[in-house]
């Protein structure tokens, strides 16, 4: 930009005699300002963020999107490279995004991915990607306590270096993710965080369930999305709750005030259903004059302010969003319906249709899910949607679905591709050519 000042004060303190020279530097400016703007755009990386939600990073956020409805966690993170998932027997399985192919994720000379004593794949529990590195939960045994112990290691995203950065953890573990420079973990006694610069130190409690009045407590719902980390958290009572559900709390974590409140509407508990575009959708269950049920959903601001009605289906029907689209499941509907043929099933029995409209809820696809059976969905990120599913001959195998096809289907059966076996424990026909290979040089220079 220099270069563009220095050129227009010559320009401006020229002669107007000098009309050769002054169409020759008018002409360089321009090419100097075309020039400055796509270098401007060249240096800036949107790889990390998804299009639609400017505050959202999938690379140092939680990935809210792995989440379904109900609060069951996708084993599955992303990366920029691809998708960690988590298979059978706890083997952990790297997708590479352009070639979408899965293998184990162990580096071991002639390993067969078959021996769970032997490769390193195995022994991961929940997991996740943040800021180049892969990170999950494993119990080792504590001789004094005479109980596992949990810790947090943080792994190389080849696979190659696993480290132990927490202390064991004195509380039973419920749940953790990692969000902007924090884990965030669960126990009974309510919401810790620790700094992920300062992994070792004493984890900091946050939001305390002791007023609950209950050591044991159910976990309903734990995300996070944007500055706030929110639980959902039901006090498993001796007595009999009555139906007001009084005895459910949603809690929100402000990361910029370090202050925590509650979220009630009138009285109820909302319910998380997903996030779209800087705002929170909830829902609720209302009964119709014929004993059916339909869920009403709602879109508010983080903090629960400013409550509007923002769409109505009949139970069963689940909402959840990638950040780029919004997706309507009927699967749990039709799961409990009665009017499913299970004596001449087609191509799927349930019929299990996914709607998909932008983020203003206008109409741009639909499609049904080629698999038998009900699929339990969750919205996943921007790419790919990832389904695990039963093979005809009983094992257990990964699917994946491209969303950039999703605009070209109008309620015909989406393209399903294969990815990879889910079940690698003494499969016979692996080769010690399937290990990972994964650039790890951004992580040495740290």
Same mark, same amino acid.
Request: with cysteine; glycine share 6%; hydrophobic share 30%.
């Given at each position: ?37 796509? *270098?401007?755009?060249?240096? $800036?990386?949107? $790889? ?30 992303? *990366? ?45 529990? *929940? ?6 590195y892969l990170y999950t939960d ?18 190389? /995203? ?31 006694? @309510? ?9 070792? #130190? ?16 159910n976990i309903d719902k734990f ?5 706030? =980390?929110? =639980? ?45 575009? @800087? ?12 004993? *059916?049920?339909? $869920? ?18 009949? #139970? ?11 997706y309507v499941d009927n699967g ?20 299990? $249709?996914?709607? =998909? ?25 921007? @790419? ?7 093979? /005809? ?34 499969? #016979? ?11 790890? #040089? ?5």
């Open positions: 930009m220099r270069t563009v000042t220095f050129l227009s004060i010559i320009y401006s303190s020229m002669k107007k005699e000098d009309k050769a020279v002054k169409k020759s530097i008018s002409l360089l400016l321009t090419f100097v300002l075309i020039f400055s703007v796509f *270098s401007i755009a060249g240096c $800036t990386d949107n $790889t990390n963020s998804n299009s639609s939600e400017g505050n959202f990073n999938y690379n140092t956020d939680m990935q809210y999107y792995y989440n379904n409805i109900s609060n069951a966690k996708l084993a599955c993170t992303e *990366s920029d490279k691809g998708y960690y998932y988590r298979g059978d027997h706890g083997i952990v399985l790297f997708i590479d995004k352009k070639s979408m192919e899965g293998i184990p994720l162990c580096n071991k000379t002639n390993c067969m991915h078959n021996d769970p004593d032997v490769c390193d794949a195995y022994g991961y529990g *929940s997991i996740q990607y943040n800021d180049g494993i119990s080792e045994y504590d001789s004094e306590k005479m109980s596992d112990v949990s810790y947090i290691f943080r792994v190389s /995203e080849d696979g190659t270096e696993k480290e132990k950065i927490t202390n064991g953890f004195s509380e039973t573990l419920l749940e953790w993710f990692i969000h902007r420079s924090y884990v965030y973990c669960l126990t009974n006694k @309510g919401m810790y965080r620790i700094p992920l610069s300062s992994p070792e #130190s004493e984890p900091k409690i946050i939001v305390s369930f002791k007023e609950l009045g209950s050591e044991n407590v995300i996070a999305y944007e500055n706030y =980390v929110y =639980v959902s958290v039901s006090a498993l009572l001796e007595e009999e709750s009555s139906e007001d559900n009084n005895f459910t709390h949603l809690f929100a974590f402000d990361i910029e005030s370090g202050k925590y409140s509650e979220i009630d509407f009138n009285g109820a508990t909302p319910n998380i259903a997903t996030f779209i575009d @800087g705002k929170m959708i909830t829902y609720k269950s209302v009964k119709n004059d014929d004993d *059916s049920y339909n $869920t009403i959903y709602y879109i508010s601001d983080l903090n629960g302010d400013n409550r509007e009605k923002f769409a109505e289906y009949p #139970s069963g029907n689940y909402l959840y969003s990638d950040g780029k689209y919004v749990a509907y039709l799961n409990f319906s009665e009017d499913i043929d299970y004596e001449n099933p087609g191509k799927n029995i349930f019929g299990q $249709t996914i709607k =998909v409209y932008d983020l203003k809820m206008k109409d741009i696809a639909s499609f049904i899910l080629p698999f038998d059976g009900w699929i339990d969905m969750c919205a996943q990120g921007t @790419g790919h949607f990832l389904i695990s599913n039963v093979a /005809e001959d009983g094992s257990s195998e990964l699917y994946y679905i491209d969303k950039n096809e999703i605009p070209q289907y109008k309620g015909t059966y989406a393209v399903k591709k294969e990815v990879c076996p889910l079940n690698w424990k003494n499969l #016979s026909n692996t080769s010690e050519n399937n290990n990972i290979k994964v650039d790890n #040089s951004a992580n040495k220079n740290n």
